[in-house]
């Protein structure tokens, strides 16, 4: 066993994993990386798509696989001053994730089950952010992952977004 799996067991044990120590990456369906490593917002960018994803970069995993406090947020950031029309943002289950309660941050939640949530909002406003925090349950904490879907009107992007997870 090498340090670093014998420090992410003995941090496991604790109930202390962060996203990094997990080895969580963003990947996206685009040329930019994310700016740090590893624990950064994903990239949304594509040709000429003015949004960005944003998702919550450090948690800690209580009881049961539950993450602790609020949930994870999962969300997008308008990075133009252009309003936008009709937005759907979708957090769907890939891999050992269980969503329970849902608020909508800049919309409102209009689909959820424990393994989808999509959160709307008519009009995305420039530099305005439509997301979703969410209690979330990971049943392995090694292996799990969601993945994104944006819809919109007046944008170039992308519908599938990339995913997230480890």
Do not use: E
């Amino acid at each position: 066993m090498n340090h670093a799996r014998t420090t992410a067991a003995v941090l496991a044990t604790a109930g202390a994993l962060t996203a990094a120590q997990l080895g969580l990456a963003g990947s996206a369906s685009a040329a930019d990386a994310p700016k740090a490593p590893k624990a950064s917002a994903a990239s949304a960018q594509s040709a000429g798509c003015p949004i960005d994803i944003v998702y919550t970069s450090r948690f800690y995993i209580g009881p049961g696989g539950w993450v602790k406090g609020d949930g994870l947020y999962f969300g997008l950031k308008n990075k133009s001053t252009k309003s936008f029309k009709k937005v759907t943002f979708t957090v769907s289950n890939v891999k050992n994730v269980r969503f329970g309660t849902a608020k909508a941050k800049g919309g409102k939640v209009t689909h959820k089950t424990s393994k989808t949530i999509s959160v709307y909002d008519k009009s995305l406003k420039g530099k305005a952010s439509l997301g979703v925090r969410v209690k979330t349950r990971l049943l392995n904490t090694r292996s799990y992952k969601v993945k994104f879907k944006v819809h919109g009107n007046g944008w170039n992007c992308a519908v599938n977004q990339g995913t997230w997870g480890a």
